[in-house]
Structure formats: structure tokens, C-alpha cells
């Protein structure tokens, strides 16, 4: 299978730790890449490549760091616990929120990262092992496509029951007088 189209739960916990990690770390890395930009072009506006290099690592590194803490610690708590539980989540979580700490150099920060980047990571492992969706997929948006002719975009169907009305037959006679005597 290859890194590229590897997906994080394609294997048991604890197996492909390598693998893992990479995966997190490509999110972590888009998401850095993402931020950086944003800051680079609305906020910092750095002069010259060295320094906007060092505002890219600025995010990129932390967050590639938290996203292999993550990995790390989970499967190896896994490994060595031997369980496959919320913990092994929570403490995945926890050295994320150690990293997020370090990275802002604040221990008022650190503490409730660590509480939330953990309890987060039990949350998704609580919803992986229960099949619960927490983000469900968006449907197209899109209502005008080339498509859109076979698709019934009303709010609510006819029903044919309910179609019980008639038209009034003076109004019918005076349409077919004006169809065949106005040209």
C-alpha cells in the first residue's frame, strides 16, 4: 500500500507507526501551510526569502511536532499497555498539548491544552469505535449545472389527490376565441 493513499485506521492501532505518522503529519503540514500563508500575506509581510522561510516553520514545525506526538504516543502506549482504549488517546492528546504549550511558551496555555487537545482525542476514538460521524460529508451546492435538468429541484411534490380544481371554462372559451381570431 502506498504512503500516498494510506489512510490513518487502514490498520489496527499500534501496527505501521511509521505510516501513521506520516499521515498525520501531511494534514499537519497543509494546515501549516495554510496558516502560514494567511499570516505571511495579511499580517507579518516578511522581506526576503530567509525570513518568510522562518515564518512558514513557524507553523509548520509545531504543528508537524503535535501531529507526530500524537501518532507516537498513542500507538506506543498502545504497544505497551496492550489495550486498545481512550487513554491511549488521551495521552496522544496530552503530548499535542505539551508541544501547543511549548510552542507559546506559556504554561497557561500548556495545562489547558493538554486537558482539551486530550479530551478532543477521546472524543475521536470514542466516535471511531462507536461508528459515530462527527463531521459528515457536504452535499454539492451547486443547483444550476448542466445536470439540473434532470433533477426536480421543488419543495415538495404534487399530490395528485389534491389536484382537484377546474378551470373556468369561460376563461378557456375566451383563450381559443383570442388563438384563433388575433394573429
Known amino acids: 500500500m502506498s504512503l500516498l493513499t494510506y489512510k490513518y485506521y487502514d490498520t489496527p492501532e499500534g501496527q505501521d507507526i511509521y505510516k501513521k505518522a506520516f499521515v498525520t503529519t501531511k494534514y499537519a503540514t497543509l494546515a501549516g501551510f495554510a496558516a502560514a500563508t494567511f499570516d505571511v500575506l495579511m499580517f507579518s509581510h516578511p522581506k526576503g526569502i530567509v525570513n518568510t522561510t522562518g515564518r512558514y516553520m513557524f507553523y509548520v514545525g509545531p504543528l508537524v511536532g503535535m501531529a507526530t506526538a500524537f501518532t507516537v504516543t498513542a500507538n ?72 439540473s435538468v434532470r433533477h426536480d429541484w421543488t419543495m415538495a411534490k404534487d399530490i395528485e389527490e389534491l389536484k382537484t380544481w377546474t378551470t373556468d371554462k369561460r376563461a378557456n372559451k375566451l383563450r381559443e376565441h383570442q388563438d384563433v381570431h388575433c394573429p
Open 76 to 147: 506506543v502506549a498502545q504497544n505497551m499497555r496492550g489495550k486498545n482504549d481512550g487513554l491511549n488517546y488521551f495521552l496522544g492528546g496530552a503530548a499535542a498539548g505539551s508541544i501547543l504549550g511549548a510552542w507559546t511558551r506559556s504554561l497557561t496555555i500548556a495545562l489547558p491544552a493538554v486537558c482539551v487537545l486530550g479530551g478532543a482525542a477521546l472524543v475521536k476514538k470514542a466516535a471511531v469505535d462507536n461508528g459515530w460521524v462527527l463531521v459528515p460529508k457536504v452535499p454539492p451546492s451547486a443547483t444550476k449545472t448542466i445536470k
